[in-house]
């Protein structure tokens, strides 16, 4: 079983092109050339078909393809095992983020983390949640972090926050009165319907904070113009202090950026607005003693 040539077909799919897959593998392209016909007359077949410069798998290749990937899976778990068995305490992680979370979440965590596992070195990635998934079934992570996660069948998830989206507005905004102060609740309550005539500035709608603005719109009746979008949360947050519209944003954020001015917070109808963020792996892949402590970490510092 040679693990070296699984990573060099995989690669090659994953390019579909020999002299880019060659480099990431730091090898010659006549290397890889060498290596993908000795396998292909081992297979008595072809793993790819040519089309241009493109390397394209056939079913034959596909096949390779899916039975690569579960014994690379497989091998790197024995591996990881194998680590811990022998010292519990060395090793590596791959974590991935949401866009603009890790920020205000990494810190939190690996505080904690690496003063317990120093040798433990821990690789973090910030990336959409479409990609977070791709690379966490093709065993690229170990752990990714989604907003409002939809199941996937082959992947395990834990809770980590079920926390407030809030509507946030300058200190001196002449409607910053009509929020209604509630018997233990930490932030006022607003009717959106009293906002419509307003400016917002909002994330995108493939961002799960854009997707529940728009929600909200739609479940308040209103249409409120929406000036500006933007990724990146705090500069939504100075947007707004600067007068241009109101915004919301997670309370996580809220608690985890410094501001010279902090703005009014409010809650968003009777019940409030709520996302939730959870920490999944690949279903039944080997977890060492570190790797379940992250997510233990993770868990206690977001959930206290």
């Known amino acids: 079983m040679n693990f070296q040539e699984f990573n060099y077909v995989l690669c090659i799919a994953k390019h579909q092109n020999l002299s880019r897959a060659a480099e990431e593998l730091y090898i010659s392209q006549p290397t890889l050339t060498k290596h993908l016909q000795k396998l292909e007359r081992e297979m008595n077949g072809k793993l790819f078909v040519r089309s241009g410069n493109s390397y394209i798998p056939t079913y034959l290749g596909r096949r390779y393809l899916e039975y690569a990937r579960k014994l690379l899976a497989v091998h790197e778990d024995w591996e990881k095992e194998r680590q811990d068995l022998i010292s519990g305490r060395e090793g590596e992680l791959n974590v991935a ?38 690379l966490l079934l093709d065993d ?37 009165s009509l929020g ?88 968003v109808g009777d019940q409030g607005a709520f996302s939730t963020l959870t920490i999944a792996y690949r279903k039944g892949a080997y977890l060492p003693a570190y790797a379940r402590d992250f997510i233990r970490i993770a868990q206690e510092n977001f959930q206290r």
């Open 97 to 134: 983020f949401p866009l603009m979370r890790s920020a205000c979440m990494a810190p939190r965590i690996m505080e904690r983390f690496h003063e317990q596992y120093p040798g433990v070195r821990v690789n973090l990635r910030e990336e959409t949640c479409a990609i977070q998934e791709k």
């Open 180 to 267: 209604v102060k509630r018997s233990k609740a930490e932030y006022p309550q607003i009717d959106l319907r009293l906002l419509a005539n307003e400016p917002f500035i909002l994330h995108f709608p493939d961002q799960t904070t854009g997707q529940i603005a728009l929600e909200l719109f739609k479940q308040y009746g209103i249409h409120p113009s929406v000036p500006m979008r933007t990724r990146n949360t705090v500069t939504c947050i100075k947007l707004c202090q600067k007068g241009l519209g109101l915004c919301f944003i997670p309370e996580t954020y809220l608690k985890n950026i410094e501001l010279q001015y902090p703005p009014l917070c409010f809650s």
């Open 140 to 176: 690229e992570l170990d752990f990714a972090v989604f907003n409002e996660a939809k199941p996937h069948p082959k992947l395990e998830y834990k809770m980590l926050l079920r926390e407030e989206v809030l509507l946030v507005m300058p200190a001196s905004h002449p409607l910053a």
